[in-house]
């Protein structure tokens, strides 16, 4: 056992010079990159990634890396990386065991987030917050805030945070003892990251899926069937510890031992549990990762006390409720509820404002209207009185020359007249002339008869001129 142990602690220190090495590399790259880059969004993102390669091996470095990356976003006015900002100390509080404060940046990057209309964010966001109330066992708001990220993530159609959000409500629901529903979550999960090649994703749903076969091993009615939920509760975890180890996940590798000494201890198996316990406290002391100190000061506590070694059981204890209440106590808890609450107001006056300033736009909209309306209707009698004055003057005019034409028939008909009682003059003239002509005429006929002899005295002398010649 001895030349297992120092083979596993020599494997894990060669692991860990490599992750370090590899980090500083980054880190020096991305410090170079930040020294000689203008103030722009790349900046800003070099700052939050630099934040990552230090979170859980400077805690100095990794804080600088934050407060100057939100320093540069808020100046340049780049709102995605102000809430990714947020949302990365959001991860460094939760990393501390400060969820107050914790709580407080995710809320601060979900305001963001909805401000700019970025499902992924707000997915990120509302997991954030879940993921709070599920450290502190406040599974109904847990699963409030996972479904609101797995609703979003849908919306971005972001598969990836997806198969996050089915992680989160499948452990959700194995603390709640749901294992029909926790194992129809974690499988979805685990099926989506393999198809996307992520093996962090695969990595924690193992890790996620061996803890819901251990809480299945605690209602087994047989000592078989508990053996065998914890038998693939291990299985799990191994398969969990073994990416996590390649993708020099530090958290995630204390996590899995600790969760792997604890089964362990269930199995009886306890010079085993013992060693995979320290090595979890070991690296949790070296990253700071108090949430998981607290769970294996507890599962060393267990150990120690049924070796019969109650003194250094009454110390581990001590250390698990030390590290519980820096964690959960009422100080927090308070914090965590004013924060909620600070949001909720924030969201509400955000709210109000919003319908106060759509209820000055609609009076704006309405004054606006009928003032469009007092204006039409102003051009319309204005247009409807140039109508009518150019129809009165249209009229008048119409009347002038009627008027007008009226005279020049009337003395039109003034001359016809005259003319026509002249032709009546002239005709009677005329007539007049003409009747003394016929007069004359038949005066001078008559004279003219009077004078010449008559038919009858004609016929005769011819007829005696006739017997003459005869």
Known sequence: MKQITITCLLSAALLLSQHLFSQKSAADSLTAFIASGADDTSKVKAYNNLFLEYEFSDDAKASEALNNALKLSQKINFKKGEAKTYKLFGFFAEDKGNYAEALKNYFAAL??????????GLGAAYNGIGTIYFFQKNYPEALKYYNEGLRCFIAANDKSGISTSYNNLGNTYSSLKKYAEARKNLLASLEIDKELGNERGVAYSYNNIGILYDNEAESQSTEKARYEKLDEALKN?????????????????????????????????YANARECINKAIALSLKIGYRSCLKNSYNSLSTLDSIAGNYKASLQDYKLFITYRDSLDNEETRKKTIQSQLTYDFEKKAAVADAEHKKELENQEALAEEKSRKQTLILLFVGGSLLLVLLFAVFVFRSLRITRKQKDLIEKQKDLVERQKQE???????????QKEIIDSFMYARRIQRSLLPSDSYIERAMSRLKKKKD
């Open 111 to 120: 305001k963001i987030y909805q401000e700019t209309g970025d499902n992924h």
């Open 423 to 433: 032709v009546e003059k002239q005709k009677q003239l005329v007539e007049e002339h």
């Open 237 to 269: 975890q191994y398969a969990s510890l073994q990416l996590k180890e390649k993708l020099h996940d530090q958290a995630g590798v204390a996590s899995s031992y600790g969760n792997i000494g604890r089964i362990l201890i269930k199995k009886k198996e």
